[in-house]
């Protein structure tokens, strides 16, 4: 997004620059990532590709998981794992308690699946691929109890630690002087039926920047 209003966007192939009256922004979320020892081994994995793989090609990508992450996305993922015969050798989460719904999180305790609550990662081990995942123990502060120091061999560490808005194209918008909205995850991060929501709101908005008298939209 440009100064003077323009965009540059690439169709087919092509680069082309476009003076949009008004920019939607459906441009999704991103997965957070964490730095630790080791994160660029093969065999670390963000729960989304973890997800693709599992779910919508059928492979099964792995004999040993441990998860990073006790939201919906990384217990959910433990289940599916623990359903495509993965044994899912343990989870942890930051927080004093995981975040995702307890029904979820109660399938993975009892399909036997520990979860360690209050632990992050700490590293992972391996030389080219993981052989092994350490977690510890961590404070109020986030910082590693030593002494707390559990390592347990695998052969994928899954990061399901949350999403962030794409949000960089509102912001460029907004700096170029370009009326802008959101939809979606870029707008917040909830789960796929409030995107298609609040999808819904923002196409009205869009409506009714370019018709303010608009006061009843067609439901077709
Ligand atoms: C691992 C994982 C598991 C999830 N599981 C669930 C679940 O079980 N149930 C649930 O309800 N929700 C789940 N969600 C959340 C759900 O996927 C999202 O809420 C939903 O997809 C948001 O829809 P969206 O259209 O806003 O964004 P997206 O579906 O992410 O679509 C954004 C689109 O914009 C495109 N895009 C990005 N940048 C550009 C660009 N520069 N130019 C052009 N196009 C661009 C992307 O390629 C993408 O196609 C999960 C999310 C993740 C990551």
Request: proline residues 2%; charged residues 20%.
């Amino acid at each position: 997004m440009f100064d003077d209003k323009k965009v540059g966007i690439l169709k087919d192939g092509v680069y082309k620059i476009v003076t949009p009256k008004v920019i939607l922004n459906a441009a999704g979320a991103r997965e957070k990532f964490l730095r630790f020892k080791g994160n660029s081994l093969s065999g670390v994995y963000g729960a989304g590709a973890f997800q693709t793989l599992v779910n919508r090609d059928l492979i099964k990508s792995t004999e040993k998981l441990f998860i990073i992450g006790g939201g919906n996305v990384g217990i959910i993922a433990g289940y599916h794992a623990l359903q495509a015969g993965i044994n899912v050798v343990g989870l942890c989460e930051a927080l004093p308690e995981c975040g995702g719904y307890k029904v979820h999180e109660d399938k993975l305790k009892r399909l036997g699946v520990p979860i360690y609550t209050s632990h992050s990662i700490v590293s992972a081990n391996g030389k080219e691929s993981v052989s092994s995942v350490t977690i510890a123990g961590i404070d109020k502060n986030f910082q590693v109890i030593e002494g707390t120091e559990k390592t347990f061999e695998c052969d994928t560490i899954l990061i399901a630690v949350g999403l962030e808005s794409v949000s960089e194209f509102t912001q460029e918008a907004k700096s170029a002087g370009i009326k802008v909205f959101a939809a979606g995850d870029a707008s917040e991060i909830v789960e796929a039926s409030s995107a298609m929501f609040n999808g819904k709101i923002a196409g009205l908005k869009v409506v009714q920047h370019f018709n303010p008298d608009a006061k009843k939209i067609p439901k077709s």
